[in-house]
């Protein structure tokens, strides 16, 4: 499982309670990503949970994959982060079958995203995660 704009780690650490044998949480912030760190050993998952410290266009050159499942939640303000998605595409990060779960403000209209098909979206008040699937 891959977390990108990880955040509070929350999310992957979700996963890993949930049985995920390798979650990459990304976080630009050292401080945060720091605090990931030190929560995952607190919590026992430090041998599943990897943190990963850089801005997430970056991290996806550097991160070795497949990923079954993928969930980015970046700042409601920026704009879709189109060049995420070509890149998990073009660097092989996504296994076949791949879900990726795209976190943003229900206000938002997604456009389409190329090299992705929308299989749903859900709206949880202000909050609406897209969910998407590499295409062939």
């Known amino acids: ?7 509070t780690g ?10 995920a044998a390798r979650v990459v949480s990304v ?10 760190e030190e929560a995952a050993k607190n919590l026992g998952v430090d041998k599943v949970v990897e943190v990963f410290q850089a801005p997430a266009e970056r991290a996806l050159y550097r991160l070795e994959g497949p990923f079954d499942i993928v969930y980015l939640d970046p700042p409601y303000a ?32 997604l456009p389409d995203i190329p090299g992705y098909r929308s299989s749903r979206e859900e709206v949880y ?11 062939s």
Do not use: C, T, W
């Not at 008040?125 to 295409?135: K, M, Q, R, T």
């Open 78 to 109: 920026d704009p879709v982060p189109l060049q995420v998605f070509a890149l998990m595409r073009e660097r092989g990060l996504l296994a076949p079958g791949a879900l990726v779960v795209y976190e943003h403000a229900a206000k938002r209209i």
């Open 10 to 19: 929350a999310i992957g650490f979700e996963a890993a309670s949930r049985g």
């Open 27 to 36: 976080e630009a912030s050292r401080d945060v990503a720091n605090a990931i």
């Open 125 to 135: 008040g202000d909050v609406a995660l897209a969910f998407l699937s590499p295409e």
């Open 1 to 7: 499982m891959l977390d990108l704009f990880a955040g």
